[in-house]
């Protein structure tokens, strides 16, 4: 016999199966004898109450031998002499676009502006040291995309959960703890996301696939109103009557050169503000009501809404134990974004507060068409970056100071390598977006009581969320209503917020190829 069952258990308890095992057989009123085997389904935190619990489900073999489910993974056979499909840009949309058009017969040539993970490392470190962006090698642009030094976070509201466990059972396939199975809000961690990239490649380069690195896509082809390849920078042409678009919600080069060609793209909104770091110590002791975390326990993370004036400001990409990373595609511009290595080990926490924008908000820019939220998006990033001294430092506000708009005298040290700069950050944003941050800050201390403290500090820009562009496509076909074989895809295209959505984006594209 097979129960599924869920409990509440201590957080030491949830460590050890025997005391899982103790536990399930009082629920079931049975002796543990009986169980042969547990499988955990599901684990999550649930601190309301001063006691933190863990919940577990639970499926409980009694008197029954336990046998290994059938994952059903997908098979990749050789596609080398196949059918050629263009997959541009080499995120999570893009790699699981080729391991799907691989598993249905169809080679992918993957090509990519940025580098492989390995050398993306160097242009990192110039951000960080010597203040230096490289236009098509940094946070955003390389192999793995956005995602690969974030910290991988692999939450999704996705309903369509059968999708979502072969997404993540093909990251356990290339290395990843398979406890993200488990987890409610699993991640993979910035430490070994590159290594997991890494595997990914080789797989698609093992059955035929291609990867073009440092290769810039500068103009697509089309003729006859279908799609006939991609130029790159380098003036080669590579020819494919179908291409998957999957360049990110920061390739502002690619939205610009299908405006100029007359080929439909949408304003979006985003949502725009900043990150705000805690002591992870202080962030342990709000959501956990203690003043030492256990040692059973993860770093406690966060999560806020709240609707101020009509528009909504909630925490965005909350990151514990996690540092804040500069993440300009630019020179000239200073963005910041936050991730976590796999143990969640770094002394501080932070998450981008951010407030929700409207079309009306772009009015001043309409002369870009829908370009428009990317102008208005660059002003503010180009603005911090030459108030902060033409450098990669960021405008800092302690938490306490932004609330009340005052100076701040010094800005302690914070994860932000490249520095910071104390400056009224009320400068740098429009006011709206201000002054809905200062009443969020206040509202968000009645949630949790000590969040608005001095100690704290405000990093601006958070800008990058998510696209402020939408590409078209049909809802059926998946293409480009004006463009037959360009299919737009994931989080560049407006498609997918993460990395498990735009995973799921990639492969529903390419099942359309």
Known sequence: MIKLIQIQVLPKEAKDLNSIKKISAKYLKINQSKINHIEILKKSID????????????EIFIDEKFVKKNENLPIFRNVENKETVLIVGAGPAG????????????????????????????????????????????YCFGEGGAGTYSDGKLYTRSKKRGDVNKILDIFIMHGANPEIKIESHPHIGTNKLPKIIKNIRETIIECGGEFLFNSKVTDIIIKNSCIDGVVLKNGSIINSQKVILATGHSARDIFELLHYKKIKIESKPFALGVRVEHSQELIDQIQYKCKKRSKYLPPANYSLVKQINGRGVYSFCMCPGGIIAPCATSPGEVVTNGWSPSRRDYPTSNSGIVVELKESDFEKYSKYGPLAGIQFQKEIEQKACKMAGDTQKVPAQRLLDFTNEKLSIDIPKTSYHPGTQSLK???????????NLKE???HFNKQMKGYLTNDA?????????????KIPRDKNNYQHPQVKGLF??????????????????????????
């Open 457 to 469: 500090v405000v990093h601006a820009p958070e800008s990058r969320t998510s696209s402020p562009v």
């Open 95 to 138: 790699i699981f676009a080729a391991l799907k058009l691989i598993e249905n017969g169809k080679k992918p040539i993957i090509i990519e502006r940025g580098k492989d993970v390995k050398n993306r490392r160097k242009d990192l470190a110039n951000i960080t040291k010597n203040h230096i962006v490289n236009s098509d090698s940094n």
């Open 47 to 58: 601190a309301r109450k001063k006691i933190v619990k863990i919940n577990l489900s639970l």
């Open 425 to 435: 950050i009320s400068e740098i944003l429009p006011k709206f977006i201000n002054n």
């Open 488 to 513: 737009p895809c994931g989080e560049g295209a407006g498609y997918a917020g993460g990395i498990v959505s735009a995973a799921i984006d990639g492969v529903k594209c390419a099942e359309h190829c």
């Open 440 to 442: 969020a800050f206040i």
